[in-house]
C-alpha cells in the first residue's frame, strides 16, 4: 500500500549487505529503505486499500495523497528549463540532470521523492547540459555549481562528462568550485570498483581536480553501519586519490539515527576515513514526516550531545539545519529570554545576501518540526521567520 504512494527502491547491496535482516524491521537501515504501514495515516493507507480493485479510482486516490504530502510552498523554486536549474544564491547555481533523476535506493525521508513517482509536473530537470552553460553564459557571478538529483552518479561517466567538461573549460573560467551530491558510496560502491566505466569515472574527477577546480563529493551518509563494508571503504580509497574532497551530510531521523551516541560514532569514523561532517538537517517537512520527523528540540538535543562526545576535528558538522525557501537557517539552542524561552536561529546562508548571518528567536514549541511551525518571538525576528500564527 505505501510503496503505491511513496517511491521505493532497493539495491542489491543494500538488501545483500547493509540491511540486517535478523533485526528487521527495527534494523535502521531496513528503516532507512523499506516502506512501513505507519509512512501513511491509518486513513490514507485504509484508503489505498480500499481502491486497490479500481485502478482509475487508486490514480484519483494515490495523486490526491501524494498532492497533500508534497513540498510545501517554500520549497526552492525550480528556475529555467523544465525547472531543472535552481539558482538558490546569487554565486550557487543548483543543476538536476535528467539522466540523473533516480538513485540506486531510495531513503525513504528524501524531501525530492516527487521526482521520482512519475506525476506529471513532479519532476524537475534539464535534459543536457546546454541550459547550464547558457545560464552561467548570463551569470558570471555564480562560482559554485551543484549536480544534483536524485543521484547524479547514476549516469554513465561519458554522460556525466557532458555536464562536467563545460564546468571545467576557459569559458566558464568563473565557475570555481563543482559539487556532485551523491549516495553511491554507501548504496552502490561497486560504482567506484567494478562498474564498466568505473575506471573512466574516476579519471574524470581526476579531470575537474587537474583544472584547478576544487571538487567536492556531497556524500549521504545517514548512519555508520553505511561505511563500515569493505566495498566502501574501497571506494573512498579510489576517490581520494582523485583529490576531491568528500565532505558528509544526512538529517536526523526517527528510527534511523535519532540518537547522539550515534552520530558521535558516524563523526568520528568519518574523520578517520578521511572525510569532513558537513551539515547535520532537519528532516524536510514532504512525505512520510509522521513517520521520520522530530520536534526541533529533540533534533537540537541530538546534535548538541553528540558534540560534546567528540573531538573538535569531529565538530565540523553545521547543525541542526534547516534548508528552506529563505535559506539554509541553523537552530544554534535555546535561548532565556524576559518573555520566555526561544528557539535562538541564525542564517548560514540566505538567497538575500544580506539576511546573511542575521539572528533571529522564534517562541519555544515542544512541538514545533520546521520552519512553518514556528511563531516569531518578537517585530525583528520576522526577517527569518515569516509570520504564520498569532504575533507575540
Not at 510552498?73 to 543548483?94: A, F, S, W
Request: contains cysteine; hydrophobic residues 40%; proline residues 10%.
Amino acid at each position: 500500500m505505501v510503496a503505491r504512494v511513496l517511491p521505493f527502491k532497493v539495491s542489491a547491496h543494500v538488501a545483500d549487505v547493509l540491511v540486517d535482516w535478523g533485526r528487521a524491521p527495527d534494523d535502521p537501515l531496513y528503516r532507512l529503505v523499506m516502506p512501513h504501514r505507519d509512512m501513511l495515516s491509518p486513513a490514507d493507507f485504509a484508503a489505498v486499500e480500499a481502491a486497490l480493485p479500481d485502478e482509475e479510482r487508486l490514480r484519483r486516490v494515490v495523486t490526491g495523497i501524494r498532492e497533500r504530502l508534497a513540498p510545501p510552498p517554500e520549497d526552492p523554486p525550480g528556475g529555467e528549463d523544465g525547472q531543472g536549474l535552481e539558482h538558490v544564491y546569487p554565486d550557487t547555481l543548483l543543476v538536476l540532470p535528467r539522466q540523473g533523476q533516480t538513485c540506486h535506493s531510495h531513503c525513504g525521508y528524501c524531501f525530492r521523492w516527487p521526482q521520482f513517482t512519475g506525476e506529471p509536473g513532479g519532476r524537475r530537470a534539464v535534459h543536457g547540459p546546454g541550459a547550464m552553460c547558457a545560464h552561467l553564459d548570463r551569470h558570471p557571478a555564480v562560482t559554485d555549481v551543484l549536480l544534483t538529483g536524485g543521484d547524479p552518479l547514476v549516469m554513465r561517466a561519458d554522460v556525466l562528462a557532458d555536464y562536467l567538461a563545460p564546468l571545467t573549460g576557459r569559458r566558464h573560467g568563473h565557475v570555481r568550485t563543482v559539487r556532485i551530491g551523491t549516495k553511491a558510496v554507501s548504496f552502490a560502491p561497486e560504482r567506484f570498483l567494478t562498474a564498466p566505466d568505473a575506471d573512466d569515472l574516476l579519471r574524470l574527477l581526476d579531470g575537474v581536480v587537474r583544472s584547478g577546480r576544487h571538487l567536492a563529493l556531497m556524500l549521504h551518509v545517514t548512519h555508520p553501519r553505511e561505511l563500515e563494508p569493505g566495498p566502501a571503504r574501497r571506494a573512498l580509497r579510489r576517490l581520494h586519490a582523485t583529490g576531491a574532497v568528500l565532505r558528509t551530510q544526512a538529517p536526523v531521523v526517527r528510527h534511523v539515527n535519532d540518537d547522539p551516541a550515534v552520530w558521535a560514532r558516524m563523526w568520528q569514523e568519518q574523520v578517520e576515513l578521511g572525510l569532513v561532517p558537513y551539515d547535520m538537517f532537519v528532516a524536510r517537512d514532504t512525505g512520510p514526516r509522521r513517520y521520520y520527523g522530530l520536534p526541533l528540540v529533540r533534533v537540537l538535543g541530538v546534535y548538541t550531545e553528540a558534540c560534546r562526545r567528540v573531538s573538535g576535528l569531529a565538530r565540523t558538522a553545521r547543525g541542526p539545519v534547516m534548508a528552506t525557501g529563505l535559506g539554509k537557517l541553523v537552530v544554534d539552542g535555546i535561548a532565556r529570554l524576559p518573555d520566555g524561552p526561544a528557539f535562538a536561529l541564525r542564517a548560514l546562508r540566505t538567497r538575500d545576501p544580506e539576511l546573511t548571518g542575521t539572528l533571529a528567536h522564534a517562541r519555544f514549541d515542544p512541538t514545533a518540526r520546521w520552519w512553518s511551525d514556528l511563531v516569531p518571538y518578537g517585530e525583528h525576528d520576522r526577517c527569518l521567520i515569516p509570520d504564520r500564527g498569532p504575533g507575540p
